[in-house]
């Protein structure tokens, strides 16, 4: 009897799963409340600022403006969420490194093509998992910006 009622205990306290505890988290009801702390996301805003405004010139004034897209998102992680463990300087130097060294390789041998373009992306997600310098904004290379 003490185990079938230890048992009811445990599948009690055990989470939603499902679609109840999915529209939960969409609704944002199963987070913590955090604190925000106004200075830092101030700092942050600023820095971003500055960041984007110099990118935004070497960008255009090379004539790559569409590599505004991935460097514009990894601005955001960098300076919106800094202690994150993707927006990292190994991860964030290390990740585009390895997506533009890797895209432009394969794209040299291989040519442009939607499949090409799908295969560099399988490929460095494989290759920035297995270093550990995954950064989602690096995967985002177009070939417009290489």
Known sequence: MDFEKNLEKSW??????????????????????????YIDSFVSAIGGLIAIIIISFVA???????????????????????????????NVIGGHLIST???????????????IIGLVLAIVLLIMTLTKTVHPPATSKCPCCC
């Not at 090379?62 to 300076?79: D, E, N, R, T």
């Not at 060294?101 to 499949?115: C, E, H, P, R, Y």
């Open 12 to 37: 009690n306290n055990q989470p939603n799963i499902g679609l109840k505890a999915y529209l939960k988290k969409m609704k944002g009801e199963t987070r913590d409340k955090d604190r925000i702390d």
């Open 60 to 90: 255009v004034y090379l004539g790559y403006p569409m590599a505004l897209a991935p460097l514009g998102a990894s601005c955001v992680i960098v300076f919106g969420a800094h202690k994150g463990i993707l927006s990292q300087p190994r």
């Open 101 to 115: 060294t890797s895209a432009l390789i394969i794209w040299s041998i291989f040519g442009k093509s939607l499949f």
